[in-house]
């Protein structure tokens, strides 16, 4: 690792620092084509936690995992016009297959709207086949023109979940419950605090009529839209034809839902939590959760450590013992800084003849001893603690960088001084929105009340909307 | 169900019965695009199954998961000759992204021998460095003339494991491990048995010094290669100079392997076992292991039904009831003897009444009662059995349909009347290969032992080396 780069301070330029920790930490490399990544084996096992917190959630809703092809039919793409306008710009394009020259060109899949619901329509007759509840995990491409790892590749990874429904309500009531079952990803797991809101029609999904986020603040007071959740209404199926008949006898379209969470989350994850010495994994995401440093490598102190290793694992920890005997104490212990493992225990001779263990939490440096006997039990509150202290710094920044704008005067001044989410009246409305835009790159994020008259921040309108500004991701 | 088409029987045509079966059982259906295939919760429940199988092992060998790129530049496809030899002809090339033609065109990955080693080339530097040890679960698309699902189709998903070592001797270990732990979950959790050996130079992965194959048969007769580890030697990391200094500070080629498992497994698990009722899922990678269906949907069998679901869910059973009360329970039963589910409890006002189970098992049809207090128990051992009995029906077919031949004449007799396995003495050349195939339609299959002497069945010249022929999938 001498010959890597150094971590630049993360108060300086965060772009660097970023792109820097994702080398050092190992979770992953940029790819030979434009814009792609490579996710290495550390990263990698972030995203397997997440799918492990997700999956039984989507499962006991009674969502089944399915696969659907990655190749699209441009004819297919092009059934849901404001779909297709939205994603044209982006398309990768299979033009040749097999030798040959295609008679019809087919997307590399950005989103799988249009080739899911071309097989609904197959499958779906009654409302005895209703609802379709299906979710699948795998990878998208969007060609993008400015890359950034995690945050904004040209493919990335995500699940996508596409239900269809004899009732509107019924759609609303799964959009809700996919945002919910995020917010409680992002905050139980990734201690990543946010506001859940809908999105002007500006910002939301091509083909959608209402799009739910959770939008999260970065440290540099930019926020990130984390996840969405969309209600597509009858907008899908009416061109893919997806019709019913009701119990009544009569012919019907259903109403949809789509809703995605991505790789990208693991760029929010990194930005959120990581410091000057790295990475800060929370303990329900982080592959490895205690590392065990032995200070020598040597037969009674690895020992003591195995015997750790033992005692922790049984109670469900992840645990490894660092015992490189090609690196010195200090490298190693710097290695698993720079990784973000939550509890970092020091084993020395000193620890094995005292029947303790010198254990440095990450999150904040503090190091402390706990006798070996209680290790397991301890370690355990610990983790559950470091959880929830990290979830607290996540509420406090969010809170301190959520500020009020009366009108467009303040909303300039405090985006020019802090940046951060700012909160006004205002009402959707796609050629103010562009203006402000322009004028200061902020965009509005979400809705996040309808009950707090005031006048708009722009225009001087009444209004009982609140809604949040921030320049973005 | 009832506007779909009837199952034909297994012992007609075929190729009927295995596309009716996957359509009837809610495997799979057909993709828009050419040879493509859509998975189905149903379907892609086996695929999880197998993932949960085979993750625990990967990772105890110290092999972690990863993401390479879907799209890899051309110029690195076309690095190791043999290797762009042999899958250029299967390409799907992206030709234009975001709008504009592409400088260099991109291939959806065939398999990732050459994006992940031109990153190993940039990773490794030092023995310290080795080995790399890596795997990706993750679809590739290989342009197919005629397909089938599951077992040929234009895109599928694997896994695939790559590595890279400091010695030969360490990569042939690896090419081994992969190989057993293959055969492992055929026959631990497939319940298919089949043999295990080396490939022909015809036969071999474009680009491995050897492959490593698992050999099963179908009830057709014809073999189906249902898995492959290859050893390639310093094939790739030559042209893509992964080079290390040993510890002598020496500079050396690193010695690679690379082995794949795919759902094509799932249309050999189907087509081993399936029968004219339709599928038969071994218990280890039954999505349901056991139904429960009620005789009528009434509220005292109904609690007998879900105090019996608790019971079993409680020692781990993947258990459902259907209770679906516009179907009768002729055609409930029927259904889940469909999709294959290996135990059918059916519960009637006798049953509770009685406070008995009515077993059916999938495999044979059998009948039994059992009392409601051991059900429980004795359910998890007639899974058990269920298993080993299924495991021993394909070990009995295989050896039934193992014959041997002393000459091409015998050979092409014993085809024209039985297909199936054929041993014979032969020794590896590919003109001879060329030949049996234009002739026979068989191919080698694999090496399966190198110590019995005997007579060339093609050419008379004396050798010890033992192969399997058949025509195969």
């Not at 080398?23 to 995203?47: E, H, S, V």
């Amino acid at each position: 690792m001498s010959d890597k780069k150094q971590l630049p301070p993360k108060t300086g330029d965060l772009s660097d620092w970023y792109t820097t920790i994702i080398q050092l930490a190992d979770l992953a490399d940029y790819g030979p084509a434009k814009g792609t990544m490579i996710i290495k084996p550390y990263g990698y096992a972030i995203w397997e936690m997440v799918q492990q917190a997700m999956n039984p959630i989507i499962k006991a809703r009674g969502v089944g995992n399915a696969y659907f092809p990655l190749l699209i039919p441009m004819s297919l793409l092009e059934k849901e016009a404001s779909h297709v306008e939205g994603f044209a710009p982006e398309l990768a394009v299979v033009t040749h297959g097999g030798g040959e020259k295609l008679q019809e060109p087919l997307a590399v899949r950005p989103t799988s709207e249009t080739i899911m619901y071309n097989s609904f329509a197959k499958w779906v007759q009654s409302w005895r086949d209703l609802p379709i509840l299906m979710n699948q995990w795998n990878n998208v491409v969007r060609w993008e023109k400015r890359t950034m790892p995690f945050l904004r590749t040209s493919e990335f990874l995500w699940q996508e979940g596409h239900t269809a429904h004899a009732t509107h309500k019924e759609a609303i009531e799964i959009q809700k419950w996919a945002m919910d079952m995020y917010a409680k990803i992002y905050q139980d797991y990734f201690a990543i605090d946010g506001y859940v809101g809908l999105k002007s029609s500006t910002e939301r999904f091509a083909g959608a009529d209402t799009t739910l986020t959770y939008e999260t603040l970065m440290p540099s007071g930019k926020a990130l839209q984390s996840c969405t959740s969309h209600d597509l209404g009858q907008n899908f199926s009416k061109p893919f034809e997806i019709t019913f008949q009701d119990n009544q006898g009569n012919d019907s379209f259903v109403w949809q839902t789509s809703w995605g969470f991505s790789t990208r989350s693991i760029g929010g994850l990194i930005l959120a939590h990581g410091d000057d010495n790295g990475l800060r994994l929370p303990p329900k995401l982080a592959p490895v959760q205690v590392v065990i440093v032995p200070v020598r490598v040597e037969p009674e102190i690895m020992t003591h450590c195995q015997e750790l290793l033992d005692k922790l694992t049984k109670v469900g920890m992840r645990v490894v013992i660092d015992d490189r005997d090609d690196e010195s104490f200090g490298f190693r212990l710097n290695k698993w800084e720079v990784k973000g493992t939550p509890i970092i225990l020091k084993i020395g001779q000193k620890e094995v003849s005292e029947s303790v263990i010198t254990v440095k939490r990450r999150f904040d440096g503090k190091e402390d001893q706990v006798s070996t006997k209680e290790a397991a039990e301890k370690l355990q509150q610990l983790l559950e603690s470091i959880q929830v202290m990290m979830f607290k710094a996540s509420q406090d920044f969010i809170a301190s960088n959520t500020r009020e704008a009366k009108d467009y005067e303040e909303f300039k001044k405090i985006l020019a001084e802090h940046k951060g989410f700012i909160r006004v009246n205002w009402s959707d409305n796609p050629e103010v929105e562009k203006r402000i835009k322009d004028e200061t790159k902020a965009t509005s994020r979400c809705l996040i009340a309808e009950d707090q008259p005031g006048r708009n921040f722009v225009t001087g309108e009444p209004t009982s909307q609140v809604w949040l500004f921030a320049q973005s991701y």
